[in-house]
């Protein structure tokens, strides 16, 4: 219940988006349960820059060499991006009524130390997880779809990855999504932009940190039981189910390296935030069987009284709580 009332009076939602976990589906989601957002930007404002960086473009021209082909510049590039602080982000989406956005690329404040990285705190946070070797698995298979329509068929094939059944070619390629991508996204630019092999188990321990401290919600996408009792008791939606977007043709499995293995050390460490996703577990079924018991519980402080009945994730088939109500986007439209 303070979880709720917490996001209440935040009233925004800031999405951390670690691209092929989902986040296209729980952009759409959000909408579907009333959140206000632009999908056709998979909830991106493009004010803010946050959109994801993939490819290393220098490597891209390695590649190339002397050859003339018609994409000298690859999509979705490594590049800084312009510090826009918590405050000017909520205040814009207030003036363009916006109840949630997404960040695609990686933390705040981690200019210089990882220590300093840190989500908006002035907004419900949620990020929603993969496990790090499947999500590798997507993430290639979604580089060589976009070098197949950037670059065309021919100049993809015997031009830039003509060695594409080889970890150290994508590996150069993606340096930040092929080697524990989830850290990079939680300890900001300066961590971000290492190269591959750099990330540490110091930098893993600071993220631990991080994502215990400063994230409300996590979502894992393989989980589907977990995954819906963070929707409802974490966010307070009351739609569960996503429509899934995005997903790559059965043809891109041409694009695996052979030699796959070899990338799996490289994002072990990434593994720890699925574990720390299911303890919120425990308190969500905690809640739920207190919730079940029928046992009072007066929350610490007490909310303020409402004029309208409360929608809790035990009330959703209640008509004050079914669409069309009052609530709107969750917990964080409950008014």
Known sequence: MQHQFSARRKGMMEFTHISKSGGTSFCR????????????????????????RYFDQSYHEILRRSWNTSCDDIEKPMKPRLPISCRTRRMWLQRHAQTAYANEYTAFGGFTSPVLAHPCRNMLTVLQLRH??????????????????????????????????????????????????????????????????????????IARGILAKHYDVLLVLEDENLFQASLRYGLG????????????????KESLPRDLWNLYDLNRLDQFGVLMARLDAIVYDAASRVAKSGVAVTPTPSPPPSQQPRCFPWDMDKPHCRDGGFRRCGWIGDR
């Open 237 to 252: 939606f009351q739609r569960l189910n996503p429509r899934h977007d995005n997903k790559a043709p059965k043809s891109a």
């Open 132 to 205: 790090p070797y499947e999500r590798i698995i997507s993430h290639i298979k979604f580089a060589w779809i976009i070098y197949l329509l950037r670059c065309g068929e021919r100049d993809s094939r015997a031009v830039y990855l003509k060695n594409r059944n080889r970890t150290d070619v994508w590996l150069a390629l993606m340096p930040a999504p092929l080697n524990n991508y989830l850290i990079r996204s939680l300890l900001g630019e300066v961590v971000f932009n290492l190269p591959r092999g750099a990330i540490s188990q110091a930098h893993l321990d």
């Open 29 to 52: 989601l959000a909408v579907d349960n009333g959140c206000q957002s632009d999908t056709e930007w998979n909830c991106l404002v493009d004010a803010f820059g946050d959109d994801p």
